[in-house]
Nanobody, 119 residues
Framework: QVQLVESGGGWVQIGGSLRLSCVGS?????????MAWYRQAPGEERELVAS?????HYDHSVKGRFTNPRDSAKNTLYLQMNSLEPGDTALYCC??????????????WGQGTLVTVSS
């Protein structure tokens, strides 16, 4: 099993920064497995923002502004968000493989953390 707990969301002004954290645990969890950040804005579908496996990948809308490093000692995946825009307002969730090292057997989700960007 896998458990994920996100934190770090909140309100931030346009152009500001936030760092989200996702702490993983459980018998099927490894920080070295593929992991990802998704977001869902009100009335919109969930979208993939960033992922990491052998390398990091970013959606074009956040490339150059977001990074998603991980800290193996803390079993934590981060999402560092800079130059935030109103369009980044969403519920952010991290995801880890349900079993194994990739998402072929499904996703496990955290509860999410809300990010609001405004002036």
């Amino acid at each position: 099993q896998v458990q994920l707990v996100e934190s770090g969301g909140g309100w931030v002004q346009i152009g500001g920064s936030l760092r989200l954290s996702c702490v993983g645990s459980g018998s099927d969890f490894s920080i070295n497995n593929a992991m990802a950040w998704y977001r869902q804005a009100p009335g919109e579908e969930r979208e993939l923002v960033a992922s990491i496996s052998s390398g990091a990948h970013y959606d074009h809308s956040v490339k150059g502004r977001f990074t998603n490093p991980r800290d193996s000692a803390k079993n934590t995946l981060y999402l560092q968000m800079n130059s935030l825009e109103p369009g980044d307002t969403a519920l952010y969730c991290c995801a880890a493989p349900r079993r194994g090292g990739d998402f072929s057997k499904g996703h496990t989700w955290g509860q999410g953390t809300l990010v609001t960007v405004s002036s």
